[in-house]
Each structure stands twice: as C-alpha cells, then as structure tokens.
C-alpha cells in the first residue's frame, strides 16, 4: 500500500532553516506530482508547494515563494522541502501528499518556528 513518511520537522527559531523530507513506497513515484501542505492549529490546510512527475515544474503559495523550495529524488522515491527564512507563522503540522488533487497523505511533521 501507498506509503508516506515525513521527516526534518522540529523547533527552529525565527530566520532559521530546516529540511523536510518525504520517502514514498508503495507506488510509482516517478510517475506522480507531488505536493506539501501544512495545516496550523485553528486553520484550513493549505497548499505549501508542488512537483511535477520529472521535478521540471513547480508552484509555490505566495507566502512561501522565494523561502521555500521543492525539489525530488526519483531514484530515492524522495520529495523534499527546503525552508529558509522561518517565520513564527509558518508554525504548522506538514504533510507530504502524492499527486495532486492529493490521493494519499503522509502522517505529518510538526514545524514549530520559535524563539
């Protein structure tokens, strides 16, 4: 079965960085767009960023754009977020999501930007 695990998440203060990563299994994950949301305590999940298949296209919200990017490893079944210039508000649970509209979700990894 469809398999996503998220990792990378922790506490990080204000202008700092982390890494998040994704391993998938269980599907052709080549063949898949990928996506990250994340979903704050009290508010709707929303869209961080998406991958094309072959990584040649990607999308960004607005409120991440220049900060965050997305990248994927094909040969390693492997998305990641790369996030820089933290901010209190991109405190959320992020989750990792294949294809997009999504049809599997990851369990999520908290982020939580703090001083």
């Known amino acids: 079965q469809v398999q996503l695990v998220e990792s990378g998440g922790g506490l990080v203060q204000p202008g700092g960085s982390l890494r998040l990563s994704c391993a998938a299994s269980?599907?052709?994950?080549?063949?898949?767009?990928m996506s990250w949301y994340r979903q704050a305590p009290g508010k709707a999940r929303e869209l961080v960023a998406l991958i094309t298949s072959t990584g040649g296209v990607t999308r960004y919200a607005d409120f991440v754009k220049g900060r965050f990017t997305i990248s994927r490893d094909n040969a390693k079944k492997t998305v990641y977020l790369q996030m820089n210039s933290l901010k209190p508000e991109d405190t959320a649970e992020y989750t990792c999501?294949?294809?997009?509209?999504?049809?599997?979700w990851g369990q999520g990894t908290q982020v939580t930007v703090s001083s």
């Open positions: 999501a294949q294809a997009y509209p999504p049809v599997s």
């Open positions: 269980g599907f052709t994950f080549s063949r898949y767009p």
